[in-house]
């Protein structure tokens, strides 16, 4: 895969003419005024159903390059409820994206603006990234893409809680574990006692430290109040005996309050981030 600059979708409009040549014509279909004043009525919902069987009987490559385009306008004004229907429905569809493309698709969610409908879009496209550069990326490009998409989930105010944790532990799964000498902390969100105690042991590691960054990372991961068995199987394999890991726990037990109810952490612990 060829290095992607983030500038590159801002030079120029090359990289989007494929898309444009294949699905502008399909997507002048939200012009249309039985659309216009934004009422979701019958004769609307008709009007989109059948527009996206339309389109999901195109080939695979059509209705990526419908996808592509649905994100670019979510990446220049946000989507409105029509959008993230129709990009919900045809991301459940066979569809074909490269991978620069997903990379677009990323770099462009990264500056969509924070609305309610973003964590759809942040759906869709973890899901290109998933398709093309998962299950684990590699190469800079990928992984900075990725670690940008989390950055921007953690800054939405407007995101929901359910589409921010899944989409968060889905984007961490696709970064690789790299041994680069340091933890890495970012999963932790910095402004706490807890934070402020826990970062600066954490950061002085040395030995081990892929795997101190895997097990924040998986811990950051978890979704919902009761975990899973599959995430509980793999945090087994993750706290087997190891020196490393023990380091790090005994970090994040160091800068843990005593256990009163006036002083139990709000924030601390692994915060999801990347």
């Not at 699905?23 to 659309?35: C, G, H, K, Q, V």
């Not at 996808?67 to 306008?73: F, H, K, W």
């Not at 795997?211 to 087997?240: F, I, N, V, Y």
């Amino acid at each position: 895969m060829r290095r992607w600059r983030r500038s590159a979708h801002r030079a120029g409009k090359a990289v989007w003419e494929p898309h444009e040549a294949r699905a502008r014509s399909l997507l002048a279909a939200f012009d249309d005024p039985t659309l216009a004043d934004g009422t979701i009525g019958l004769p609307q919902l008709t009007f989109l159903r059948e527009w996206g069987e339309r389109v999901a009987a195109r080939s695979p490559e059509t209705v990526g390059s419908v996808l592509m385009l649905l994100v670019r306008r979510a990446g220049d004004h946000g989507w409105g409820w029509w959008q993230r229907q129709q990009a919900a429905e045809l991301a459940r569809h066979r569809y074909v994206v490269s991978a620069d493309d997903a990379l677009l698709a990323a770099w462009t969610a990264v500056r969509a603006p924070d609305g309610w409908y973003a964590g759809q879009l942040l759906r869709v496209v973890e899901g290109m990234l998933r398709r093309t550069v998962g299950p684990v990326a590699r190469g800079d490009a990928a992984v900075s893409a990725i670690r940008a998409l989390v950055d921007s989930v953690d800054r939405r105010r407007a995101l929901s809680a359910v589409d921010r944790s899944a989409v968060r532990a889905r984007l961490l799964k696709l970064l690789p574990a790299v041994d680069s000498g340091a933890v890495y902390t970012s999963v932790i969100v910095p402004g706490d006692g807890w934070a402020a105690v826990v970062l600066p042991h954490l950061t002085a590691l040395t030995d081990g430290t892929a795997q101190s960054t895997a097990l924040l990372r998986h811990l950051a991961a978890a979704t919902g109040s009761k975990p899973t068995r599959a995430w509980l199987a793999a945090s087994q394999k993750l706290l087997e005996p190891s020196p490393a890991r023990a380091r790090c726990c005994g970090c994040c037990w160091s800068g843990s309050p005593m256990p009163s109810r006036s002083r139990r952490p709000h924030r601390g612990a692994p915060s999801r981030r990347s």
